[in-house]
């Protein structure tokens, strides 16, 4: 999330907070794509993380961005924190670790959303390459320490430090050592959220394997294909997972909203202050009875703040998050919004999925879940191997991107982008395995040479 919501909006009631979910519906000729991307800024030199002060850190090539752009800049006290693009929506933000991420513009096609990646990352390197900085798309960095990575310096980071560690063990290498990419979709109707939720739910972990891209920590192999997946599964019980209360009966904003209201809060903003309230109620705060602030109520932005501080699988907004891949080399990230939009945003493929997976219970999908980021395409569910899924849900991805007939100036349709995720299909092999070979074979037991054959 590039920057707060500001809207002092008082909240009456829970009808309040239903109301800002169905808020986001939209027409489906309305319907955006929103990609969002991290990478793991570098030292091309020594392979390091970036401080953010100095010649050469995060601050010198926010403001270099910032010179090209011409974007609004975000400020946190005396820190550059981040750049908005007020006309068009796009964003750019720092996640704890100075990850660097485009919270990209929603776009009607995919041709537009790769357009903005690669208008993106040729105006990073501009400003980065002088610098002698290098970006990196892995999901999880390959060789640093917790203790080498600078900390941002942004007031709702610190308060995630203090609390992690009391509620998971790998929270802070959730924060610090992991990248993703995701991809944000529209729905027309409370029933079109609720079924696209229960799909891109289920079938979060295809998706994962497809991208898993997190092999190494440290330098050394850590056991796992997306270890970035894994740490999710030990970070906070309370704020993620795979929702099995979604496929209940009665599912809907008001479920959601009641989910949210369990969900302990970390911090609420007033002014360009951070109040620390992490663990405490946001009930208590709707009703006007939080420590923190005696006799004050929640607001608009208290409640989109609180939203955004909840991890599941797949999160609802006024639109739906696709969180479950990891970062991979920048020709690919076009393919995980290809991959969701042909199989949500065409109906006769909605419903096949639902076919594919509404049998399922809630234990098989939560044994998926726990399957996939050590196992890959070999978790299975239901008799069927995640490679299975794979294959057919890539070629439903295909048919349903061929019939939206979205083509380029080039005459070309979507499906072009589902490319890298054919071709892994196709070899049975996800981007772990081949990092992993290259390991222990030409790359001669060092994760090293993944900052050159892997950097954007």
């Not at 890539?394 to 072009?416: H, S």
Request: proline share 6%.
């Amino acid at each position: 999330m590039a920057r707060d919501v500001i809207d002092m909006t008082p909240l009456q009631s829970r009808d309040d907070l239903v109301a800002w979910f169905a808020a986001g519906e939209k027409p489906k000729d309305k319907f955006r794509i929103g990609t969002e991307h991290e990478k793991f800024p570098f030292t091309i030199a020594r392979h390091e993380p970036l401080p953010y002060e100095g010649p050469r850190g995060i601050r010198a090539l926010l403001e270099g961005m910032q010179m090209i752009l011409g974007w609004e800049p975000i400020m946190e006290g005396e820190h550059i924190i981040g750049l908005v693009d007020v006309t068009q929506g796009g964003a750019i933000s720092l996640e704890p670790g100075g990850q660097f991420e485009l919270s990209g513009a929603p776009e009607p096609t995919i041709h537009q959303t790769c357009s903005e990646l690669q208008a993106h990352l040729a105006q990073l390197r501009e400003v980065a390459a002088p610098l002698g900085i290098g970006f990196l798309g892995l999901g999880m960095a390959p060789t640093w320490t917790r203790t080498e990575i600078a900390v941002m310096p942004k007031g709702r980071y610190r308060i995630m430090t203090s609390y992690m560690p009391k509620v998971g063990r790998l929270g802070l290498d959730m924060m610090y050592r992991t990248c993703t990419v995701q991809t944000n979709l529209d729905f027309a109707s409370e029933a079109d959220m609720v079924k696209k939720l229960r799909v891109s739910l289920a079938l979060q972990p295809v998706a994962t394997a497809l991208f898993a891209n997190s092999p190494f920590t440290e330098g050394k192999p850590n056991g796992f294909l997306s270890f970035r997946s894994e740490i999710w599964r030990d970070t906070d019980a309370d704020r993620s997972g795979m929702l099995p209360w979604a496929f209940e009966p009665g599912m809907g904003y008001e479920r959601w909203v009641d989910y949210a209201l369990d969900v302990p809060m970390y911090f609420v903003k007033r002014g360009d202050r951070y109040i620390d309230v992490a663990g405490q109620s946001f009930r208590d705060l709707l009703a006007g009875r939080l420590d923190a602030l005696p006799g004050e109520r929640a607001t608009l932005s208290d409640w989109a703040n609180h939203i955004s501080t909840i991890f599941p699988e797949v999160r609802l907004k006024r639109y739906l998050e696709m969180r479950g891949s990891d970062a991979v080399p920048w020709r690919s990230l076009p393919a995980l919004p290809a991959f969701w939009v042909g199989l949500l945003y065409d109906d006769a493929n909605l419903d096949a999925c639902w076919e594919i997976v509404k049998g399922w219970t809630a234990e098989e999908r939560q044994s998926l879940r726990d399957q996939v980021p050590r196992l890959g395409f070999e978790a299975t569910i239901a008799g069927r191997t995640i490679l299975e899924l794979a294959r057919e849900t890539v070629a439903l991805a295909r048919a349903g991107l061929a019939r939206r007939e979205k083509q380029d100036w080039m005459g070309r349709d979507e499906t072009r982008f589902l490319a890298p995720l054919e071709d892994i299909v196709e070899r049975g092999r996800t981007p772990a395995e081949e990092l992993l070979e290259k390991f222990h074979g030409a790359w001669g037991g060092s994760v090293d040479p993944v900052f050159n054959e892997y950097a954007y």
